[in-house]
């Protein structure tokens, strides 16, 4: 069995007498602390005090994968920071379609001077967030009833909801345009001048489907928490704003990804993902124990060629996320990572370490594979992210390729 160094510190560069608060004894307590704050001092010796008299020179010992290939992507995209509509062609991403579903929550207390005044109009205002294509490109955005009840709480990009067949209406906007108003049609609003006003609004009214036709961009709307991307309805009486309150893009690949010789891509809401496998146990000796362990991948932001136009943007991916996933398809979340200044994506958690330490013990060995993917939510509280940009990683071909760094102290005998 491969022993590993204690599992009580974080091996990160950050360091705090939290790791140590657990253990609530004091005979142990100032001991660790001292631990902690030497590790502090130089992050690369971090776990290495634990080792004991018998342990030798601390070595570094990179793995390359055993397997570096392109996988699915599985993403979410329920009630996300923005809804995305359009398609767009790529030479290096494919083709990539978008459709958006959405609804709305009425304003709280409701007057009866509101609801029994005459509908003057209704607008669907939408606040513009997001361009991937060409940022001039002229679009015609479609808006349809929604038939059917649904939730877009952890909703996939997979997701279909029922719709009408004939648009509500149909209006013309610019991918450059930073608001989109749409009028909505008086025959509309008089079959559901009661829905729009009642107190049964959020079960009575199910939400609009929206689709975006012509040009070569996908278009992303803010969702309208820190926006004003709303349904606005004016009577006599007043104009009130209903805010967005679910919504789901719905993400299609239409034409596969063509990657220059020597890359992987990796991009957001269509894929695909990047799958890892190593061989960790045939890596190390038995004696050597594990005292940090790392995954990293190198990105090469100058890879993709020139745009098709001067106009034409490739938003870049900023976050992305580790997964373990076992041979039940069940995805565990590991580390996120942003681009530091070299180029690489590190994941490098208490979390990580703990599953490196498990499968090098063989208490973990229904573990299929390592996965990499866009962040799906940058915070506990935030909304989901929802785009369709991309990144070229390195395969390992020629150089640069993904690889995990375990730092291990081999044990005397």
């Known amino acids: 069995m ?3 160094a204690s599992r009580i510190l974080l091996l990160s560069g950050t360091c705090s007498v939290e790791s140590v608060r657990a253990l609530r004894l004091p005979l142990l307590f100032s001991l660790m602390a001292t631990l902690v704050l030497a590790a502090c001092e130089d992050p690369s010796n971090v776990g290495l005090g634990l080792v004991d008299e018998q342990g030798g020179t601390p070595l570094v010992r990179t793995v390359a994968p055993t397997e570096t290939a392109a996988s699915e992507l599985g993403d979410l995209t329920g009630n996300a920071e923005q809804v995305l509509v359009g398609t767009v062609e790529d030479p290096v991403t494919g083709t990539v379609t978008t459709e958006a579903y959405i609804d709305f929550v009425a304003p709280g207390g409701l007057d009866i001077e509101f609801r029994e005044s005459p509908i003057q109009d209704v607008s669907l205002i939408l606040t513009r967030s997001y361009v991937y294509g060409d940022t001039t490109a002229q679009l015609n955005l479609a808006v349809y009833d929604l038939l059917e009840s649904w939730s877009g709480l952890n909703a996939p990009a997979d997701t279909t909801i029922d719709s009408a067949e004939t648009p509500i209406v149909e209006a ?3 991918a450059s345009d930073s608001t989109v108003t749409v009028t909505m049609p008086a025959d509309w609003i008089a079959a559901n001048a009661d829905t729009l006003r009642s107190e049964t609004f959020a079960s009575g009214f199910l939400g609009l489907r929206l689709t975006a036709t012509g040009g070569n961009a996908v278009v992303g709307f803010a969702d309208g928490t820190n926006s004003r991307s709303v349904l606005r309805i004016a009577t006599q009486s007043d104009t009130l704003d209903y805010a967005l309150s679910q919504n789901i893009t719905r993400v299609e690949r239409l ?4 990657p220059p010789p020597g890359y992987l891509l990796l991009q957001d809401g269509a894929g695909p993902g990047v799958r890892l496998n190593f061989d960790f146990v045939g890596s190390i000796t038995p004696n050597d124990v594990l005292n940090r362990g790392v995954i990293r991948i190198k990105a090469d932001t100058l890879a993709f060629p020139a745009p098709p136009t001067p106009t034409y943007v490739r938003p870049p991916l900023r976050s992305l996320e580790l997964l373990v996933v076992d041979t039940l398809g069940i995805r565990v979340p590991l580390a996120a990572a942003t681009l530091n200044t ?3 994506f590190q994941f490098d958690t208490i ?8 499968i090098l013990d063989g208490e973990r060995t229904n573990i299929d594979h390592f996965r990499v993917v ?4 940058p915070g506990e509280n935030a909304p989901l992210t929802n785009t369709v940009s991309a990144l070229l990683f390195f395969d390992g071909t020629d150089l640069d390729g993904p690889e ?3 730092t291990v102290t081999p044990l005397d005998d």
């Open 2 to 4: 491969v022993r590993v």
């Open 351 to 358: 979390q990580l370490r703990t599953i490196l330490t498990e």
């Open 255 to 258: 034409a596969d990804p063509q």
């Open 374 to 377: 866009p962040t799906i939510r």
């Open 342 to 344: 070299e180029g690489f």
């Open 404 to 406: 995990a760094i375990l």
């Open 172 to 174: 013309p906007f610019s």
